[in-house]
């Protein structure tokens, strides 16, 4: 059974930091693009960054760029979202997913498979 399990998640004060993990389970990493997503209360999900099967290729939109890294380690079959600098507007439900293709359009249709989700709220 495929299954995806995020964690790191927390609070945490303005200008902090958060690693998010994501691992897979009942499947081969190595062979999925990847991405995270968020949504914030009140709005819709939107894609974060995302990541190609090998790890080479990375994109992030705009709003994240400079603060955030996505990683991978397939031999740990596991995605990070590496979350620096912290703003107030970062608070929201984190996603991991997975898909075919690596893409820098965050399409949730190119995905196949999602977590359940962990929380991130940035407040004082």
């Known amino acids: 059974q495929l299954q995806l399990v995020e964690s790191g998640g927390g609070l945490v004060q303005p200008g902090g930091s958060l690693k998010l993990s994501c691992v897979a389970s009942?499947?081969?990493?190595?062979?999925?693009?990847a991405a995270w997503f968020r949504q914030a209360p009140g709005k819709e999900r939107e894609g974060v960054a995302s990541i190609s099967n090998s790890g080479m290729s990375t994109h992030y939109v705009d709003s994240v760029k400079g603060r955030f890294t996505i990683s991978r380690d397939n031999t740990k079959n596991t995605i990070y979202l590496q979350m620096n600098n912290l703003e107030r507007g970062d608070t929201a439900v984190y996603y991991c997913?997975?898909?075919?293709?690596?893409?820098?359009?965050?399409?949730?249709?190119?995905?196949?498979?999602w977590g359940q989700g962990t929380q991130v709220t940035v407040s004082s």
């Open positions: 997913a997975v898909g075919p293709y690596y893409t820098a359009h965050y399409f949730e249709d190119d995905y196949t498979d």
């Open positions: 009942g499947f081969t990493l190595k062979d999925y693009a």
